[in-house]
């Protein structure tokens, strides 16, 4: 199922011109796991194909670290030592996790934390996830947060989605006034 995932991905890129950016795990021939980071786009060839540049990177062990950091937070009960385990969160390859935090946690402060996390991030995924975010996000401190981030970095078609469904003056306001400067 991921493969196909992968996979799909991929050939998306590939129809849009859009740069890719998956991370999957391989089975190593002596049975332990590694985890891989890869991006890149693909370009049209002077003879009309499509070839591919990226890179491919060795995120193993990023993601056990990680894992680590989530085990310890999820047993953690200190709110100090919790923000600073996402605070070290937000390095890591756990995207999935942050935006659990992000959208199940009762305490705003350590929300915030794994916004900022996402935030950091800075890939088109991140972004999707901030949106979805964005909609949902009940604590005005957080939504500020991350429509600071949205306006600061998303694409004008991404603002105009925004746009439309927000209902807050003020925020429309702002989203209209970055549509007017962007070039």
């Given at each position: ?37 890869d991006?890149g786009y ?6 009309g ?21 989530w ?33 199940t ?9 794994a ?10 995924q ?25 306006i ?25 006034e ?6």
């Amino acid at each position: 199922r991921r493969r196909r995932r992968i996979a799909a991905q991929l050939h998306a890129c590939l129809r849009s011109s859009d740069p890719f950016d998956v991370e999957y795990r391989m089975r190593h021939k002596h049975g332990h796991d590694l985890w891989f980071r890869d991006r890149g786009y693909f370009i049209m060839t002077v003879d009309g194909g499509r070839s591919m540049i990226g890179m491919l990177t060795d995120i193993t062990a990023a993601k056990e670290s990680a894992e680590a950091l989530w085990q310890l937070y999820a047993t953690e009960s200190s709110l100090e030592l919790k923000r600073e385990i996402l605070h070290n969160m937000r390095f890591t390859t756990q995207r999935d996790r942050l935006l659990q935090i992000a959208r199940t946690d009762g305490n705003s402060d350590l929300r915030r934390a794994a916004v900022q996390g996402l935030v950091l991030d800075r890939t088109p995924q991140a972004t999707d996830l901030l949106l979805g975010l964005y909609r949902n996000e009940k604590d005005p401190a957080v939504k500020r947060q991350i429509l600071d981030h949205l306006i600061g970095t998303s694409s004008a078609a991404t603002l105009v989605q925004l746009a439309r469904q927000e209902t807050d003056p003020a925020v429309r306001k702002r989203l209209v006034e970055r549509l007017s400067t962007m070039k």
